[in-house]
C-alpha cells in the first residue's frame, strides 16, 4: 500500500530505462473524487538543468530544486526562488504563455502550493493528464516517479507525504527532442512543452477499482463482456456491474491476481452508431473484501457505449453493416487561439467542425489525444482513429525506443479501452519499410492486439511501388494490419492535382483501405487561379480531384484527409503564408472555413446518402 518512494541520486541515475515507474494508471478519474491542481504554477525556466544537476554535472541529492528551499537567514544561499518566480497556466504548453518561450525546447520546473487534509483510509493519487516529453515528479521534497512520453496520463501515489495543511508539488518537464524518443527529431508539429492537460490529486479507498474494459464480445451483437482489477490482488472480493436503465445487475468474485471476470448478454442493448451515440450508465461496486472494512469497499460509474466493428473482405462493418468511415484528421491543436487543446469546449469546438463536415469518423494524429476529446466523440457520436507518436524514422533497433513506443501504446490502450468511439488503434504514420522497422510496427501491433482483441488495427502505410500510373499498397505491415491506412499528396508534392484522375489504386491484401491522409495548403483568403500555389482555389481543385479519385478505388473503406484546421509546424516557414503554420487545415487556425470544406462536406453528403440506401 505504500507509495514507492526513491531517493533522488537512484532515480534520475537510473532514469534512462524508466527504473522508477509511476503507479500502475488508475482509468476513469472523470469518475473519481479528485482535487484539481490546475491553475497557475510558479516556473522557472532552466535551459542547463541548473536544478537537477551540480556544475560538475552530477546530481543533486540534497539541494535540487524538488526542495523549494527558502532562505531563512540573510547567509542563506538559495539562487533559485520558485515564490518570486512567474507562473505558466496549467494545463497548457508554456510556448503560447510567453513570446520567449515560444521556440523553448528545454526544463521548465513547476511547482504548486496547496492545503490538503488527509481522510482516513483514503490513498491519494497524483495524476498527471500529460507533460510533454520527460518529466519528473516530487511532493513535500521528495521526487517519487518519472515518466516519458508527452501525450499519455500516468500517477504516483503521494499518501504517505502528504500532510494537513499546506504541501507542495515540484514538477520537472524537459521537452528536448530526442532521437531515441517517441517521437524522434523531426515532426511537422510543434513540440509544445509543459504541463499540457489536467493535473489532480485522485483520492481512493485503500483497496479500489484500478482498471476496467466492458465491451461486445466481438462477433456478438448483444453479448457482453467485462473485467474489473482492484488495486491488489486479493481473491474472493465480491465485485458488482450494474447496468441500472436495463436493470442488469452481475456480481462474481475476484481470483487470486484481483481481476473478476463477467459475461452476460441482453437483447434490448441498444447499439452506439454515430446516428445514435447511444452511451449507458454503469455501475461497478466492491463489497468489503477479506478484511470486511469499509475502506476495501469502492464504487464507481462511467458512460458506455457497445458496438461491434469488424471487417468482411474490403468492408468495414460497424455493428455488422457496411459503413464508410467520412473522416477527417485532427492534431491537438486549440482552436481560434492556437497551442495546445485541452477542454471540453476545445473538443466540441473540433468535433462540431468535423460533424460539420458530415464526418462520422476522426483520425487523432499522431499520438493520444486528451480524454476530453475521446469523452465528447463517444457522446457526439464519431468514430475514432487512435495513434501513437511512431513517426517518421525512428530509431528502429534501439531496444529502449521499443519499449518506450510499447509503453506509450500500453497507456493509450489503458486509459480509453472503454471508449466506444475508438474503433481503431494506429501503430505509427508513414514509417519507412525497412526490416527492423516491419519488425519494431509487428511487435507493436501484437501489444496492442494483447491488450484488445476488439477493435481493428492500423498504420498510416505509403504507397511503395508505382505499376505504370497505378499505385500498389504492398507494405508488408500490411499483412499484419486490418485496415490499410495510406497517406498519399498526389498534386501537393507529387505532380499536380489532375493527376489524380489517372491514378489507379490496388494492394495484394484483400483488405480495406482508409486513405489517412491527402490535401494541399491554403492560406486562408487568399485567392486566385486554381494552379496557383497556397490560394483557396489551388486546394479546393486539389479535392474535386481527389475525391473523384477515391471514388474509383473499389477497397476504399474511408478517408481523413489532411487537415481539420491549420497547425503551428516548425518546419513551414514560408513569410506571409505559412509563418509557422501548417497550412492545409480546411478551416484555418482563426476558424475561417476554407473552399476545400465544401468540397469535402459535399462528397459527405453524397457518401452517407449512399451508405443509408445501401442498409
Ligand atoms: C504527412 C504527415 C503529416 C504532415 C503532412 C504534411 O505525410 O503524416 O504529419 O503534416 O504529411 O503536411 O506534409
Known sequence: MAAKIFPLVLLVATSACLAQQPAPLITNVEHRTTVSLDGPWHAIVDPYDTGLKDYRSHIRSQDGFFQNAKPHTPQDLIEY?????????????????????????????????????????????????????????????????????????FNCEVTPLLHEGENFVVIYVNNARKAEGIPTLSTDWWNYGGLTRDVQLVEVPERFIQD????????????????????????????????????????????????????????????WSPEQPKLYKVEIETSAGGSGTDASKDKIEDEIGFRSIEVRGH?????????????????????????????????????????????????????PHNEHMLRMADRMGLMVWSEIPVYWDIKWDNPATLADAQNQLTENITRDKNRASIVIWSVGNETPVTDARTKFMQILVKTARTLDSTRLLSAALQVQHHDGTTRVIDDPLGADLDVLGCNEYIGWYEGKPEDADKANWKSPYDKPLVMSEFGGSARSGLHGNSDARFTEEYQEDLYKHQTAMLDRIPFLGGASPWILMDFRSPRRLLPGIQDFYNRKGLISDRGEKKKAFYVLQKWYRQKETTDHSAH
Do not use: M
Not at 515564490?83 to 523553448?104: A, H, I, M
Not at 458488482?240 to 481470483?255: F, H
Not at 487543446?341 to 487523432?364: C, Y
Open 81 to 153: 526562488s520558485f515564490d518570486k518566480s512567474e507562473t505558466l497556466n496549467v494545463p497548457g504548453d508554456w510556448n503560447t504563455q510567453r513570446p520567449s518561450l515560444l521556440f523553448y525546447e528545454g526544463t521548465i520546473w513547476y511547482e504548486k502550493s496547496f492545503s490538503y487534509r488527509p481522510k482516513p483510509h483514503t490513498r491519494v493519487f497524483l495524476h498527471v493528464s500529460a507533460a510533454n516529453y520527460f518529466s519528473i515528479v516530487g511532493l513535500n521534497g521528495t521526487v517519487i516517479c518519472d515518466h516519458e512520453g508527452g501525450f499519455t496520463s
Open 212 to 271: 476496467s474494459f466492458i465491451h461486445l464480445i466481438p462477433g456478438t451483437r448483444d453479448q457482453v463482456a467485462a473485467w474489473v482489477k482492484l488495486s491488489d490482488a486479493t481473491a474472493d472480493q465480491r465485485v458488482t456491474v450494474r447496468i441500472p436503465e436495463l436493470a442488469i445487475e452481475k456480481s462474481t468474485t475476484t481470483d487470486r491476481s484481483g481481476v473478476a471476470d463477467f459475461s452476460f448478454s441482453d437483447k434490448r442493448l441498444q447499439l
Open 315 to 367: 468492408d468495414i462493418l460497424l455493428n455488422g453493416a457496411p459503413t464508410f468511415l467520412r473522416g477527417v484528421s485532427i492534431h491537438e491543436e486549440a482552436p481560434y487561439r492556437s497551442g495546445r487543446a485541452n477542454s471540453d469546449d476545445d473538443a466540441k469546438t473540433l468535433l462540431g467542425w468535423a460533424k460539420e463536415l458530415g464526418a462520422n469518423f476522426v483520425r487523432l494524429a499522431h499520438y
